[in-house]
């Protein structure tokens, strides 16, 4: 009865000690692959300053358009003034006065024609808008598929932890028959030692492998800005080891396809745009400019004494606030203006911006030639994973037929125990590149859709 009580207390012990941890583990929020990307892309530094530099653009384009609309400005002067002022001009007079003066104008200057500058500004900004809107896209294509990278490495992981710990336990299973072998005297004590000295190894890959697991999921947490790691679990992935469809077949049109469709390819294109009109906009310093100038003016003063050789001179006039502000007249005028000769000015802008054109020209058809190599590498790298999965699903059955054989002839004492121990590491090798195979096939085919532009 007590022995029963006992074993009854300690299976209590191991349940809830197994119950424990996964019940922290069900309260962790599980991320899937969409789930990551989603945060990713609403947390990422790259994608904010994307967003900042499109608003930035769009801010400039409205500024273009107000360079075709009519300024309007005020500005006005109140003085005082009293004293004496002996004018010797003619006949020496001395005049003493008190008064106030009130000068204002409202003006208006309209642009009719300066050498298409500000035309050329207004399509630079529009083309630089839509610039910043296709690297936006590509920051946004960029961080997914990274974080869609980071994630396939945990699930890659997983598995290799997954087939490390199904070794470990059945080494540790051998190591303890063989142990009780080596007591009763049935099998060699070199047996026990050399499976002692694999069990530690297979243990060794285990500590490791869950290691870097646990770097990999930090790794991919800190990219999407979680730093309370132990309230996010990352979920699984279904496996898709099926080939790419009929439509990736050939290579030529891929890259096609990418030079059609890839945002930066766009916005390498508008730069060049850009860089053109650009250009158009410098070279209106070469021509005349016309404005269209109109305004009210008014300059209007009041005396409150006035004596000339000390004789009173005060005239009439009009009342205080008619004299100030009711000496109003108009204005209208065209203003052209040449500058024909500015000291080099126009032509060395001119010059600087046609370097920047063949900058970017060279940019251009340095990303155009890029495009076209990752996409043919990534092909020929998508059909050696289509291989390596068919390879290594012939040598993981072959593998497992192999351990399984050795194993029988071991526990008759037909093979030795290297023979065994050789087996088992190449049935590991195996899982694990069939493991490989799966995860990489998966990622060429998500690499070849970031190349493209999907």
């Known amino acids: 009865m007590k022995y029963r009580l006992a074993y009854l207390i300690f299976g209590v012990f191991i349940v809830s000690s197994f119950t424990k941890p996964l019940r922290a583990q069900d309260t962790a929020k599980v991320l899937l692959l969409e789930d990551c990307i989603h945060i990713g892309l609403d947390q990422s530094t790259q994608i904010l300053l994307s967003k900042d530099s ?10 273009t358009y107000g360079n075709f609309l009519p300024n309007l400005a ?8 009293s004293g004496k002022n002996l004018l010797t001009a003619t006949t020496p007079t001395l005049v003493n006065s008190t008064g106030s003066q009130m000068n204002y104008q409202l003006t208006s200057t309209i642009n009719i024609f300066n050498g298409l500058a500000d035309y050329s500004a207004l399509k630079a900004a529009t083309l630089s808008k839509s610039a910043s809107q296709f690297n936006l896209q590509r920051s946004q294509q960029q961080i997914a598929f990274d974080i869609t990278q980071s994630f396939l490495q945990i699930i890659l992981d997983r598995k290799i932890v997954q087939f490390g710990t199904e070794n470990l336990a059945a080494s540790t299973k051998r190591e303890n028959q063989l142990q009780e072998l080596t007591n009763v005297g049935r099998n060699a004590m070199s047996d026990l030692y050399q499976q002692q000295a694999e069990s530690s190894s297979d243990k060794l890959f285990l500590i490791q492998a869950q290691q870097k697991l646990k770097n990999d999921i930090i790794l991919l947490l800190r990219k999407i800005k979680i730093s309370e790691t132990d309230k996010y679990a990352i979920g699984e ?36 745009k850009i860089a053109d009109w650009q250009i158009k906009g410098y070279k209106s310093g070469y021509l005349p400019k016309l404005n269209f100038e109109g305004g009210m003016v008014s300059n209007g003063g009041y005396l409150n004494q006035l004596y000339v050789n000390g004789n009173p001179a005060l005239g009439p006039q009009e009342p205080v606030g008619k004299a100030l502000f009711g000496q109003v007249y108009g204005e209208l005028a065209l203003n052209l203006s040449w500058n024909i000769f500015d000291r080099l000015y126009t032509k060395t802008n001119v010059s600087i911006a046609k370097i920047y054109q063949h900058r970017a020209t060279l940019f251009h058809d340095d990303l155009t030639v ?4 990752d996409i043919k590498e990534a092909y020929n790298d998508y059909l050696a994973a289509v291989q390596q999965i068919e390879t290594s699903r012939h040598g993981l059955f072959a593998a497992q037929q192999a351990f399984e054989v050795v194993q029988g002839k071991y526990g008759v004492g037909q093979a030795t125990f290297v023979e065994l121990s050789n087996a088992q590491i190449v049935l590991l090798q195996a899982e694990i590149s069939k493991a490989q195979a799966d995860i990489s096939l998966m990622l060429q085919k998500k690499i070849i859709d970031f190349y493209i532009g999907n």
Not at 254 to 260: T, Y
Request: aromatic share 6%; net charge negative; proline share 7%.
């Open 54 to 63: 499109l608003q930035i653009t769009g801010a400039a384009l409205l500024g």
């Open 74 to 81: 005020f500005n006005s002067n109140y003085g005082f003034s």
């Open 237 to 272: 992935i279904a496996p898709d080891t099926l080939p790419l469809g009929p439509e990736y077949q050939n290579v030529q049109d891929l890259v096609a396809k990418a030079l059609q469709q890839r945002p930066d390819i766009k916005s390498s294109e508008l730069s060049l």
């Open 370 to 373: 890029q495009i076209s190599a």
